[in-house]
């Protein structure tokens, strides 16, 4: 990317400078609990069109009620990348897209720093419905609903996937380890075993700017394992 532009993302970002670091990637030793398996076999050998179908006409749990749509997920399906966050906001409920908020053009910004455009990554979250409230996920809902992100992620075959924020990491690796225990490591999803790599909530971020440095450098990390897979 040219230098002048890959400033002026890091810029968006409150960045100011690339800090070289090396090129080690730690990986995870027996990384915590059990890949969820079977979750994909709900919805196993569904093409996209009858997934997005059957999200769409979802009432497993009760967030049907409260939903004005689902939200099925964004971008394009030969990505690389795919990128989860936890569940739609109140924008995104109302626009049936992920991440299309304040959070969202963050998150835009992010992936523009190392040289990744929006439509060339899929985006998707553990809740294809908004909580009431923004409330955090329930184990039943994100139960019900992993399921289709895991098909999702049978058909895309993304080489790597960056889990953003704490409550998505820990509902895909099943685990209540905190965000800081599970950044700077490669985990591993489900029985295709898609490196995963853990940074940030851009909700959090904008809350807590200091900590865009450290997104900074998880997303290098995400960048290496994608170039070694
Ligand atoms: N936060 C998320 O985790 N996902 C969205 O789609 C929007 C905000």
Not at 129 to 146: F, I, K, T, V
Request: hydrophobic share 40%; glycine share 8%.
């Amino acid at each position: 990317m040219n230098p002048a532009l890959r400033q002026e993302y890091l810029a968006a970002l409150g960045l100011d400078a690339w800090v070289a670091r090396g090129k080690s990637v730690p990986v995870a030793a027996g990384d915590g609990g059990a890949p969820p398996d079977a979750l994909g076999a709900r919805e196993a050998g569904v093409d996209w069109p009858k997934l997005r179908a059957r999200v769409a006409a979802c009432t497993r749990c009760t967030l049907c009620n409260t939903r004005t749509q689902t939200v099925f997920g964004v971008g394009s399906q030969t990505a690389q990348w795919l990128i989860v966050g936890e569940a739609p906001g109140a924008e995104e409920d109302a626009r049936g897209e992920p991440f299309v908020g304040r959070a969202g053009q963050l998150l835009n910004s992010m992936l523009h720093a190392i040289g990744l455009a929006r439509d060339q990554v899929y985006i998707a979250n553990v809740l294809k419905c908004r909580p009431p409230g923004n409330r955090d996920p329930s184990l039943s809902e994100a139960a019900e609903c992993l399921p289709f992100l895991e098909q999702q992620i049978t058909l895309l075959k993304p080489k790597v996937m960056l889990a953003v924020g704490r409550i998505a990491a820990q509902n895909l690796l099943r685990t209540d380890l905190t965000l800081g225990r599970l950044r700077q490591q490669v985990h591993r999803f489900g029985l295709s075993q898609v490196p995963l790599v853990v940074t940030y909530h851009p909700a959090y971020l904008l809350r807590t700017p200091t900590d865009k440095r450290k997104a900074w450098e998880d997303l290098k990390f995400a960048r290496e394992v994608c170039a070694r897979v």
